[in-house]
């Protein structure tokens, strides 16, 4: 069960009708999170304040630090009055080899990659999606999208943040994660996976945002076969997802939606059959 975020009650004015009037508004909650790696901090992002273990796993998976949920040897999360520091132990070859392969962030919530050492690093190499043979239809492309919804407790409660979740096929959404930050709630999502012993390789990852770079390179090293978006992607997360033989599926609205990338993925009904043939 995802660790809940109480929003917090803040005083604003109101302007309706041409009069001004005092209200309150629940607001999502925004500190820094620290993840650190053997005493020493990697990043420092601005999180929702939740499911912290879900976030330091799935950080640490996404960014390839750790392999598994099982490179990491302990992990515990230290708060005080600024923030929150996710500290975590690994084994020691993935510690050695965090420190050959060093990755500074201090970042705000709309920038994964920032603070990253060298463009070859912001582009790094990803493994190739071997096809295992998953499939979905259109109707659950449309299914999971609308199945994310429900799960937005924080949303419902702050008409804010942004999540991901997971979905299966027949077993519809398994998982979902929120946060202010688009990266944040798939890197909790990730990491949930992990510790509950999912494999991200058998669904598909549906986000509430656009698609960046950054967002395809978390869902390839999870191992997703499907990408869903609700927005559009940039040019270079599209090409990324090609090279990876990752399926994008974005702008998906509605009843509509558009596939980028390995459209074989997505079984059209057959009054739609041959729309995305030309399609990589």
């Given at each position: 069960?995802?660790?809940?975020?109480?929003?917090?009650?803040?005083?604003?004015?109101?302007?309706?009708?041409?009069?001004?009037?005092?209200?309150?508004?629940?607001?999502?909650?925004?500190?820094?999170?620290?993840?650190?790696?053997?005493?020493?901090?990697?990043?420092?992002?601005?999180?929702?304040?939740?499911?912290?273990?879900?976030?330091?796993?799935?950080?640490?998976?996404?960014?390839?630090?750790?392999?598994?949920?099982?490179?990491?040897?302990?992990?515990?999360?230290?708060?005080?009055?600024?923030?929150?520091?996710?500290?975590?132990?690994?084994?020691?070859?993935?510690?050695?080899?965090?420190?050959?392969?060093?990755?500074?962030?201090?970042?705000?919530?709309?920038?994964?990659?920032?603070?990253?050492?060298?463009?070859?690093?912001?582009?790094?190499?990803?493994?190739?999606?071997?096809?295992?043979?998953?499939?979905?239809?259109?109707?659950?492309?449309?299914?999971?999208?609308?199945?994310?919804?429900?799960?937005?407790?924080?949303?419902?409660?702050?008409?804010?943040?942004?999540?991901?979740?997971?979905?299966?096929?027949?077993?519809?959404?398994?998982?979902?994660?929120?946060?202010?930050?688009?990266?944040?709630?798939?890197?909790?999502?990730?990491?949930?996976?992990?510790?509950?012993?999912?494999?991200?390789?058998?669904?598909a990852l549906v986000i509430s945002s656009r698609v960046s770079v950054d967002m395809v390179q978390k869902a390839v090293v999870a191992g997703a076969p499907v990408l869903i978006a609700v927005s559009s992607p940039t040019d270079l997360a599209v090409r990324t997802?090609?090279?990876?033989?990752?399926?994008?599926?974005?702008?998906?609205?509605?009843?509509?939606?558009?596939?980028?990338?390995?459209?074989?993925?997505?079984?059209?009904?057959?009054?739609?059959?041959?729309?995305?043939?030309?399609?990589?």
């Amino acid at each position: 069960m995802p660790v809940s975020s109480p929003p917090a009650e803040m005083q604003h004015l109101s302007m309706r009708g041409g009069m001004l009037s005092p209200g309150r508004r629940a607001l999502p909650q925004e500190v820094p999170v620290a993840l650190s790696f053997g005493g020493t901090t990697q990043a420092v992002m601005m999180a929702t304040p939740a499911d912290f273990e879900d976030f330091g796993i799935g950080f640490a998976l996404t960014e390839g630090i750790a392999l598994s949920a099982a490179d990491i040897e302990a992990l515990e999360v230290v708060s005080s009055d600024l923030g929150h520091d996710v500290q975590m132990r690994l084994v020691t070859g993935r510690q050695s080899h965090l420190a050959a392969r060093r990755r500074l962030m201090a970042g705000p919530v709309g920038c994964g990659l920032c603070g990253i050492d060298s463009i070859e690093e912001a582009l790094r190499d990803l493994p190739v999606r071997q096809d295992t043979g998953f499939r979905m239809d259109e109707k659950d492309v449309l299914d999971a999208v609308a199945a994310l919804s429900p799960g937005q407790k924080l949303k419902a409660d702050t008409g804010s943040v942004h999540a991901a979740g997971f979905y299966r096929p027949g077993k519809g959404m398994i998982l979902v994660r929120e946060d202010i930050g688009r990266h944040n709630a798939l890197d909790k999502l990730v990491g949930a996976l992990a510790r509950c012993g999912e494999t991200a390789a058998t669904g598909a990852l549906v986000i509430s945002s656009r698609v960046s770079v950054d967002m395809v390179q978390k869902a390839v090293v999870a191992g997703a076969p499907v990408l869903i978006a609700v927005s559009s992607p940039t040019d270079l997360a599209v090409r990324t997802a090609a090279a990876a033989g990752m399926t994008l599926v974005a702008m998906a609205r509605g009843q509509d939606f558009e596939i980028f990338t390995r459209a074989d993925r997505i079984a059209p009904e057959s009054s739609t059959a041959g729309k995305h043939s030309d399609v990589a």
